[in-house]
């Protein structure tokens, strides 16, 4: 019986850690460095989960073993805790966000240290402390003096019930993610930054890092550089009444000019009053009510219904001066190139469904398909289309371009799908801007000394009701003196968003107590760039091009020394819940069931079902079916109710069984189905560790003999090192995991066992399994901590097998399989294979031809 007890031993080497910081870090400049990093949490009340385990489990499995690879390595942990969750739970309860955030915080870094990973705690950040956000509103104002922060008045997404303007992704099918509340589109005053300034920079440096090619692509596609020209359209005034004014359009496609059949506004685009006539005013009108309460997500959708109205004006096609109409619609966006395009419904799929939605022309201009029963998009000659007839699409595009330039009626350009960054929020909890307006109607910057502007203490957190901040109600805080010129001013009382901290925390993390400067030149230098970013692939976009973005202007500032923050990234894959579906009866009983609990399997029995017995999804069984459990995989939720608590499987398992479970699931970056019972079985692979070592009696087992390893124990423990050193470098921690399984296996089989080989394996285990491993490395007469210890080295030849299994042909299908020496000749591999009787019998009567010996592979004889 085992007396692997890790809820007396993980306590104890918590402990120790935290007393003997055995974690904490500084530059040192003469070992090689290595920064691994967790995207930072978001503390809500409802505390870890096993997606944050996954992925925190497996750069602590990384800093660990850097450590004992001999690199310095920096492997931190924070807070990013601004943010509207908090600040809707003060709403409710009259509790000030910084106490719920605090008890927040509290609760994850218990279960955090629970786990066992080996932060440097010293370096805690929190987005919310005065003592960091002095450092955003630092790097604002850097943003702000390189001209990259304005102020604008742009359509936002706005949530009246919430008071605040949310971003895309917090807007689902035209609602609030927290809390469901309608949504709408409308113009308000925002503070934005300059992204698009550094867009080919952005493009440019993905080749310099290594990411996935997916990740990549996702940021190019957000990025969207595509060439193409800009062209005016003339708005003909005898339909306008008299209006004089130009169209810009920006195509992809300007080969397709002569195919122009209409045009197409975004409701929100400037012209749209003044082009509707009186007949269409009052549809427009409702049209542009009704796309206000969509998302730009639903209004984008390829596969919703087009739908818009025209507004009765006609533009003038400046390649052949034909009037066509100009209309109204969702699909295209105001925040997207010029808000406008040409309508080509030959070759475009969404135009094509819109014209034949509303009777627009079609007309063909690149030959290839038949473009009356769907729009044609590969390339081909150009058709229907005067100075370009005849031309190849790429040959029609140069020209037409030249031909517009020469006329002054376009010209070539670039665009990008990346809009500048909605950078303000009408929230309260946030980072304040360190800025003020002046009664002379200039705005202005705090000096730097000022820093930080710290939020005022309020009692009420609700919207102000005018679409203004909180802040705004707070006269005392918003009224002010201009430092330098001594004007009357009021602050800025919008707030940052919660990007805003997270965009830079990496760099907080190198020098967090600094107090004159966000980090001191020498330790940037020293541990940038971060080496691993491990995080969900929920953030692979914005957050990192936000980040990417600061992080280029910090260089350009000068003081960062890296282009890019993060060399390397990995998205860890999703792990899904398992909800549990079982039979009933018309009672709604479970139906022939054992002890049903939500995981205990049914009974596995052969039984005639009857009628009336249902699945509990009230899906009808099949009348003959095993009564067993039909186990669904889904996304975990409360409302699924199969969220996995941490706290759980530790309390049942210890953290290093969590921890290893994680890990052995598979492979790091796929989604992966959480299975209870695998949590058991790598708590009985720890357990068997310890019986290796650990005698009934607490102390060293018998069989542990202080010996020098040789023969098969040498060559298996060196086999196993090179393939846990191997796959632990490259992530690959699933079969890392496997091979020390195989060689406890091993290790079962032999009567004793060196204590060499066993500090060996403690060691591998340790960045997997670090409590039991700090026990076994004690209980082997080391001095702690393991975590100091130096990784085992393996010689090569040791790893090599003495005999390899050839498969042996004749006349090309496999009659056997013998096995030889490595090193094995023709003769030799032939002499063992006639000694396989099945062999012989297949050449039993035949004469040998030639005989196909490749050496360690195969060996075919060719016989008749």
Partial sequence: MSNYKPEEIEPKWQKFWEENKTFQVEADESKPKYYVLDMFPYPSGSGLHVGHVEGYTATDIVARYKRARGFNVLHPMGWDAFGLPAEQYAIKTGTHPAVKTAENVATFKRQLKALGFSYDWDREINTT?????????????????????????????????????LANEEVIDGKSERGGHPVIRKPMRQWMLAITEYADRLLEDLDDIDWPEHLKDMQRNWIGKSKGAEVDFAVDPESADGLEANIRVFTTRPDTLFGATYMVLSPEHPLVDELTDEEH?????AYKK?????????????????????????AINPVNDEKIPIWVADYVLMSYGTGAIMAVPAHDERDWEFAKKYDIEIREVV??????????TGDGELVNSGLIDGLSVPDAKKKITAWLEDEGKGKGTINYKLRDWLFSRQRYWGEPFPIIHRDDGETVPLPEEQLPLELPEVEKYEPSGTGESPLATIDEWVETVDPESGMTARRETNTMPQWAGSCWYYLRYLDPHNDEEPWAEKKEKYWMPVDLYVGGAEHAVLHLLYARFWHKVLYDVGVVSTKEPFQRVVNQGMILGRTYRYAVDE??????MVGYDGEVEAQRERVIAPTD????NDTPMHPEHDIELDVLTEKMSKSRGNVINPDDVIKDYGADSLRLYEMFMGPLEQTKPWDPRGVNGVHRFLSRIWRLTVGEDGELSDNV?????????????????????????NLDFNTAIAAMMEFVNFLYKQDDVSKQTLEALT??????????AEELWEKLGNEPSVANAAWPEYEEELTKEDTVEVAVQVMGKVRGVIEVPVDADEETAVAAARAEDNVERHLEGKTIRKVIWVPGRILNFVAN
């Fill in 129 to 165: 402390d005065p003592g960091y956000y002095k450092w955003t509103q630092w790097i604002f104002l850097q943003l702000y003096h390189q001209g990259l922060a304005y102020v604008a008045e742009v359509p936002v997404n706005w949530c009246p019930a919430l008071g605040t303007v």
């Fill in 281 to 285: 005013k009052l549809e427009v009108e």
């Fill in 587 to 592: 009672n709604g009983e479970p139906f022939s």
């Fill in 705 to 729: 003999l202080d010996y020098e390893p040789s023969g098969d124990e040498q060559r298996e423990l060196h086999k196993t090192i090179k393939k846990v050193t191997e796959d632990t470098g």
């Fill in 367 to 376: 030959s290839g398909g038949d473009v009356q029963e769907e729009a044609y």
């Fill in 763 to 772: 060691v591998m285990v340790a960045p997997y399994a670090p409590h039991t």
């Fill in 613 to 616: 017995v249902r699945w509990d």
């Fill in 290 to 314: 009704e796309a206000a309460m969509k998302s730009e997500l639903q209004r984008t959708e390829l596969q919703k219904e087009k739908s818009g109205v025209f507004t009765g004006a006609y």
